[in-house]
């Protein structure tokens, strides 16, 4: 029923929450960007999340590049990425992202590259879960918005 | 009298925000206008002195002109840092008189002294939240 499956995509999606804050995956600052969206702001979240997809993927493509050159050694330059990438990631409560940029930039002030590939690897991988996660997310509140439009029908005269 | 108990000025606070971030600039500018301010953004300090009407040879009433109220930049950016802008607005003989206030991510005592020793009227920590900002707009309209 068009009632029950609102309910149960709610439920879907704060157990997703819920999961993601428990996982340390998202932290408060997530909840921040939440309450940001309102009636004037309707999808404030998703554009925000998409912009940090777009810069996120530029960066990590700048970072593998930059480390997969065996002459690379501007460890500066490589600090400045890793900082944005950090800055980003704390704007929009991506926590476990964050702690990696952390340790990241603590590789690069010891120009450690095996230490920088390595966080890197991390890096890529975190911020998959992330985008998969927030993915799904998206999809539910999608699903839920049209449930809800369906449920609360706007009455034309 | 609304809500939130800070809209009731005749004219919206006009903010110039300036991050090198594309999504602290999203972010921050959305928080400012959630609470009834006009905002303008910049992404480096060059931007935003260009905007201000600074940095020519005499200071232009630009500034003036656009009435912006409060300035509000990042500390680390690029070429011209947030403190190097702060340093600028308060030699001017245009804008000094407009508050600057200073974001960064890293909470670093000297740093922020030496921000307020130049003149900053607050320091924001980053991630900002939304208390930050009412906090520092309260303070702005209770010294009206």
């Known amino acids: 029923m068009l009632g029950l499956g609102l309910d149960q995509l709610t439920s879907d999606m704060n157990q997703l929450l819920a999961l993601l804050f428990h996982q340390g995956v998202l932290d408060e600052q997530f909840l921040q960007l939440q309450q940001l969206q309102d009636e004037v702001s309707p999808n404030f979240v998703s554009e ?6 777009r810069e996120s993927e530029k960066l990590l493509k700048i970072l593998r590049e930059q480390l997969m050159d065996k002459e690379f ?21 991506a926590q476990r992202v964050k702690t990696v940029c952390v340790a990241f930039r603590s590789a690069v002030e010891h120009s450690n590259r095996l230490g920088c590939l390595r966080a890197l690897e991390l890096l890529e991988h975190e911020y998959c879960y992330l985008k998969n996660k927030l993915h799904e997310l998206f999809q539910i509140e999608q699903q839920r918005v049209l449930a809800a439009g369906i449920r609360y029908p706007v009455v034309h005269h | 009298m609304d809500s939130n108990g800070l809209s009731c000025i005749e004219r919206k606070l006009h903010v110039l925000a300036v991050d090198d971030s594309i999504i602290d600039r999203t972010i921050i500018a959305r928080l400012l206008k959630k609470y009834d301010c006009k905002v303008t953004t910049a992404e480096n300090a060059m ?50 008189e407009i508050p600057v206030v200073i974001m960064s991510s890293e909470n670093i005592p000297t740093r922020i002294n030496k921000c307020l020793k130049e003149g900053a009227q607050d320091f924001m920590l980053k991630p900002i939240q939304q208390s930050d900002v009412k906090k520092l707009l309260s303070n702005e309209y209770s010294s009206y």
Request: glycine share 12%; no cysteine.
């Open chain 1, 48 to 53: 925000v999340i998409t912009i940090f997809f």
């Open chain 1, 73 to 93: 050694s501007d460890y500066k330059k490589m600090g400045i990425h890793v900082n944005q990438f950090m800055g980003s990631s704390s704007s929009i409560g």
């Open chain 2, 47 to 96: 931007r935003a002195m260009e905007y201000l009407g600074l940095g020519h040879e005499q200071d232009t009433s630009e500034g003036k002109d656009l009435k912006i109220g409060m300035i509000i930049t990042d500390y680390s950016m690029p070429g011209m840092t947030g403190y190097d802008l702060l340093k600028k607005i308060k030699e001017s003989s245009t804008m000094s």
